[in-house]
């Protein structure tokens, strides 16, 4: 079992640091990918990930011809031939955000059987918005031996209000109805800059749809799609990650090609803490005097709100900022575990339901700590860099599945830190 470990407490990160193509981009435009009939889709800027591999072999196991081209972080996929309905168990187990091949598998195929998603740690997350919006498009839906069987020979176009704003129930949906007959309209769509990146490979693919990053999103069905080829969009979370790591550590550091549109919602409440972020040619660069920051109260919520994936980060950034932060969590219902293992180093922090009360500036110490959840990873890594002594970091499957070189792009920072097997 590897573990990061960090010696801690004098850190100020300094310099250039580059971010990768986003995971929660890629995944659904993986999922695109089999919608194509005619043509190879190509897509570029590829992060190399546990979850990128993981998708690859599900799209695999559908009988799609799959190219990773980690030297030139590149994914060419055919899927030209007859293509299977079923997504194998093995694969769709192991990650939640393949539930969304669900609508192009059944878009093209009339069939899709795929296993129901397995338990997650920060939430209970239902997908019962991907199977209503299906089922408004005239699929019929059964649930059997752990698997969900949709049924629809041809989708139709359907007007359909989300009660939720998901981010995965709006891609399956807008994926679907690419290929169903007539006009999907779908409302309080998620708005997401991954979703506007997901609409863009679907037009490339000769799909017609509109409004993507509004909350009404307009899909008109085409008859079928070609393959196209597409860069994907910057990873704001791992942006965003080192950001917060530059503000915690009294650094300067200049994160290259972050989309300064993308992190606003963050950027506001670093702003707001005293943390100076500036827009630069190359990148947003972040600097930061810790001692003179304040305390700030952030709540999570869909985009454009503040995103429940810096939620755990920045938790780690109030708890060096001397006097009270609340972080109030509204996407997800279990997303505070990382705050239990940052007691461990010595972190002062109340929980009431869907909010922390973090009682920052406390001295924090080195210890040893498991990761609950992928930011849970980041968060304390980061507390590591802040904490007096050595920190080690268990349980790197999580953040695998979300940072590419994490800890050396950390080291090129200035870090002390290195990544060890302990078997
Ligand atoms: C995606 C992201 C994840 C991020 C989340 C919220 C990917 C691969 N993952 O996850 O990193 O944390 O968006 O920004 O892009 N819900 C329902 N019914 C549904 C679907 C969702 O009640 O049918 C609820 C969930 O339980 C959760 C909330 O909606 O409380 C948000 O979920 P959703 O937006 O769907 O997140 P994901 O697409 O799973």
Redesign the pocket.
């Known amino acids: 079992m590897d573990k990061i470990i960090i010696e801690g407490g004098n850190t100020r990160l300094q310099g250039e640091v580059t971010i990768e193509g986003a ?3 890629v ?2 435009l993986l999922a695109a990918t089999i919608l194509p009939v005619e043509g190879k889709t190509v897509l570029k800027n590829v992060p190399i990930l546990s ?1 990128v591999f993981t998708m690859n072999h599900v799209v695999r196991g559908l009988n799609i011809a799959v190219d990773f081209d980690e030297a030139l972080n590149q994914v060419t996929v055919d899927a030209t031939g007859a293509i299977l309905d079923t997504a194998p168990y093995e694969y769709v187990s192991q ?3 393949s ?2 091949v669900l609508g192009p598998i059944l878009a093209r195929n009339g069939h899709a059987k795929v296993s129901m998603p397995g338990g ?1 740690t ?11 919006g299906l089922e408004a498009m005239g699929a019929s839906i059964h649930q059997e031996g752990g698997d969900i069987s949709a049924t629809a020979e041809k989708l139709k176009g359907a007007h359909f209000y ?10 399956n949906l807008m994926m679907a109805a690419t290929l169903a007959e007539g006009t999907t309209v779908l409302e309080n769509a ?1 708005r ?1 800059p ?1 979703i506007v990146d997901l609409a863009n490979l679907l037009n490339k693919m000769g799909a017609r749809v509109s409004g993507a990053g509004t909350e009404t999103l307009t899909i008109r069905g085409v008859a079928e799609l070609h393959g196209a080829e597409h860069n994907v969009v910057q990873d704001r ?1 791992e942006a965003g990650t080192f950001m917060v790591a530059a503000a915690m550590t009294s650094g300067n550091v200049l994160i290259k090609d972050a989309v300064w549109e993308h992190n606003r919602p963050l950027i506001s409440k670093l702003r707001e803490m005293g943390v100076d972020v500036r827009e630069e040619e190359a990148g947003i660069r972040v600097k930061s005097d810790v001692s003179k920051l304040k305390p700030v109260t952030v709540k ?1 919520l ?2 454009p709100g503040f ?3 810096m939620q755990a980060q920045f938790t780690a950034l109030m708890a060096v900022v001397k006097g009270e932060s609340t972080m109030i969590e509204t ?3 279990n997303r505070f575990q990382h705050l239990e293992e940052m007691r461990r180093m010595g972190l002062h922090s109340e929980i009431l339901r869907d909010t922390a009360m973090i009682h920052g500036g406390q001295r924090l110490q080195g210890a040893q700590v498991m990761s609950t959840d ?2 849970a990873s980041a968060a304390l890594i980061l507390t590591g860099l802040v904490a007096q002594g050595q920190t080690k970091v268990g349980q790197l499957s999580h953040l695998d599945r ?1 940072y590419y070189q994490f800890h050396e792009k950390l080291a090129q920072l200035g870090a002390d830190i290195r990544r060890e097997s302990e078997d």
């Not at 989300?162 to 891609?171: E, I, Y």
């Open positions: 995971k929660n981009a995944l659904p979850d990650m939640r955000a539930i969304v997650c920060i939430g209970s997350r239902p997908i019962d918005l991907h199977l209503k989300m009660d939720f704003p998901s981010v995965g129930a709006t891609q998620a997401e991954e979370i999570t869909p985009h995103p429940t994936d996407v997800f219902e992928l930011r979300g």
